[in-house]
């Protein structure tokens, strides 16, 4: 039971990991806490629901397509709306990003109705036995895939120009704009790239969980979690705090009652916030 | 102010007339406006005044809630001691809470008392020998005919609405209004002026949570039927902000406009499109802070005229990127 659990917890992990990063970049760079993430995951997931049942995609195959359509979707929210009021107050850029994610979540009604919807793979039952537990071939997909992106994403940041300059940004706004960094512009790739990042994390879902259009919330609950526990702005931290989170979940559930399951992410949230502020890790910055 | 003074008193003589002549269904909107007011003037305290963006407020709204209910289906307590008994529950878990999160600071604190009102939720939700945990409890209900009940919570309503609008305005001109707003402005200036903010701060907190609860013991007693996910909804809190953004934070009278203006449209207009009411909401979050980020308030700050309002609403726009 127990060795079990801890498989199914790491698989999960690395997806809540992937939740984590994009939510966790958002804030390290621009100091805001979006709550629209979770409604970029959504959006992610009804778009590989879709190709899956129109097209016949395998979501595993149609992830680059959400993943650009995605970034597009974040770039465009950030660069003609957020832009205009991501220098306010905590109390203003919480209830924007909450009045995007109810309007997503709108859209997302009106266009797949409130249904439950999951995507039902031909290979989902398929499992590899490993003395006495299980590793199901599906979640063993989504876990490889997350590992990738985390790998790529943690690449990106620390090689590129544009990942340097996001960190730049993230460090010192002014400084950054000083050495002629286009603030306005990296600020908007941020967001795509969260929002990307988003994407896929809802198409890794998809095949496992069901998907209506009020799961933003609850997995916005998760970002919080992973995010305060891996320490704000860090992509390893995410990782962890997203592992944390999912063993706690798989493990936790295998002692007490499964409707103890959501309490236990917000107790450890309030614990950590309260004595460990700066995460597990105590970093701060983007990649410290 | 005399002006000022005159329009209130005409405004609370006609409120007070108003139910006596009005149908059932607009005795139960006002109502409805009341318990908003009340709620976003209750977050104005903590938010508007001492700058803490406390986004898990629902907490006190729900165990007041919960405090009436359990008291008087279980314990079989009158509804005036368990009102009573629900503000003092408000209190000491704002005191608890305050002592524990209040040294957070901005985004950190939203989320801790997020954290804390869900895991509060869960809480009950698993109690269920005491609180009906998911099948929710239910609370005797008010003896007498649908009018007397109609106008009874009206005016319990109104009442706790005056004695917050008044309490609030003696704090907009009191020694420890002024308290709240240094630490909003500078809180580590203000704590080298000698002002003890962690204090301060907690007892912002228990005031908002004090009404916040006290509301929710009202609001148990008026529905009859209480559950967790409907008292511990985070929409509640996003409805408190989105009421005192429109009305404008800090002040005394911009929730109660805010709450006319959102509720009275909501119930009004929007519940006719019950597939884009949260669109709708969304749509006006959004417009709402990017035209008048301070609220309503805000509009008259660079004199009167269309020049004068065109002027206050550029100068009170959030500095773009």
Redesign the interface.
């Known amino acids: 039971m127990l060795p079990q659990a801890i498989i199914n917890g790491i698989l999960l992990g690395a997806v809540y990991g992937t939740i984590g990063i994009g939510f966790s970049l958002v804030?390290g760079v621009m100091?805001i806490?979006n709550l629209a993430h979770g409604s970029f995951i959504m959006i992610g997931a009804y778009l590989s629901y879709t190709i899956y049942t129109v097209y016949g995609i395998d979501p595993f195959l149609s992830i680059p397509i959400v993943m650009v359509l995605l970034f597009l979707i974040g770039y465009a929210i950030q660069r003609y709306?957020m832009?205009?009021?991501?220098?306010?107050?905590?109390?203003?850029t919480?209830?924007?990003t909450?009045?995007?994610?109810?309007?997503?979540?709108?859209?997302c009604?009106?266009i797949w109705k409130a249904d439950y919807r999951s995507i039902n793979l031909s290979y989902s039952g398929a499992s590899i036995p490993i003395g006495g537990v299980v590793i199901p071939v599906v979640r063993l997909g989504i876990f490889a895939v997350a590992i990738l992106l985390t790998f790529l994403f943690y690449i990106f940041m620390k090689r590129t120009k544009i990942g340097l300059a996001i960190n730049a940004t993230a460090q010192n706004y002014e400084g950054a704009r000083v050495v002629g960094v286009d603030?306005?512009n990296i600020?908007s790739i941020t967001m795509g790239v969260s929002a990307a990042l988003a994407g896929v994390s809802g198409s890794l879902i998809a095949p496992i969980m069901s998907i209506n259009p009020f799961i933003g919330?609850p997995l916005i609950?998760k970002a919080?979690?992973i995010c305060?526990l891996g320490g704000l702005g860090s992509t390893v931290g995410a990782l962890a705090g997203g592992l944390v989170l999912a063993l706690v979940e798989t493990i936790g559930t295998s002692f007490i009652?499964s409707?103890?399951q959501?309490?236990l992410g917000?107790?450890v949230?309030?614990l950590v916030?309260?004595f460990m502020?700066r995460g597990l890790f105590g970093k701060r910055l983007y990649n410290e | 102010m005399n002006k000022k003074l005159i329009s209130i008193i005409i405004s609370v003589a006609i409120l007070s007339l108003l139910p006596f002549l009005v149908t059932g269904f607009w005795v139960r909107l006002l109502t409805n406006i009341f318990m908003f007011a009340i709620l976003a003037s209750a977050l104005n305290i903590i938010?508007g005044f001492t700058?803490y963006?406390a986004?898990g407020n629902m907490v006190f709204f729900g165990v007041g809630a919960y405090t009436v209910a359990v008291l008087m289906n279980k314990y079989h307590f009158s509804f005036i001691s368990s009102f009573i008994a629900a503000g003092f529950i408000s209190i000491l878990l704002a005191l608890i809470l305050g002592f524990?999160?209040l040294?957070?600071k901005?985004?950190?604190f939203?989320?801790?008392t997020?954290?804390?009102a869900?895991?509060i939720k869960?809480?009950i939700?698993?109690l269920t020998e005491l609180t009906g945990g998911?099948q929710g409890i239910t609370i005797p209900s008010m003896k007498g005919g649908p009018f007397l009940i109609n106008i009874s919570f009206y005016f319990i309503m109104f009442a706790l609405l005056v004695i917050i609008v008044i309490f609030t305005w003696w704090l907009s001109k009191s020694r420890l209004g002024y308290t709240f707003k240094a630490i909003r402005a500078n809180e580590e200036a203000a704590s080298v002026m000698g002002i003890n903010t962690t204090i301060y701060k907690i007892v912002a907190w228990s005031l908002a949570g004090l009404f916040t609860g006290l509301a929710g013991a009202i609001y148990a007693y008026w529905f009859s039927y209480i559950d967790p996910p409907t008292v511990f909804d985070?929409m509640w809190v996003?409805r408190m902000?989105?009421i005192i953004?429109i009305g404008g934070?800090g002040t005394v009278f911009g929730p109660v406009i805010g709450a006319f203006l959102l509720e009275g449209l909501s119930e009004l207009v929007w519940s006719n499109f019950l597939?884009?009411?949260?669109?709708i909401?969304?749509?006006?979050?959004?417009i709402t802070?990017?035209i008048i980020?301070n609220g309503l308030a805000s509009l008259t700050t660079e004199g009167k005229g269309l020049k004068g309002l065109l002027e206050s609403i550029r100068k009170n726009r959030?500095?773009?990127?």
């Open positions: 804030w100091n806490i709306l832009n205009l009021v991501v220098r306010g107050s905590v109390f203003i919480l209830t924007f909450f009045g995007l994610q109810i309007l997503i979540a709108n859209i009604l009106l603030v306005k600020y919330g609950g919080f979690v305060v009652p409707s103890f959501n309490l917000f107790v949230l309030v916030l309260i502020p | 938010s700058g963006a986004f524990l999160l040294r957070l901005g985004h950190y939203a989320l801790g997020l954290g804390a869900e895991a869960y809480i939700d698993n998911a985070v996003v902000f989105v953004l934070a597939n884009l009411h949260l669109g909401l969304g749509i006006l979050i959004i802070i990017l980020p959030v500095n773009a990127l």
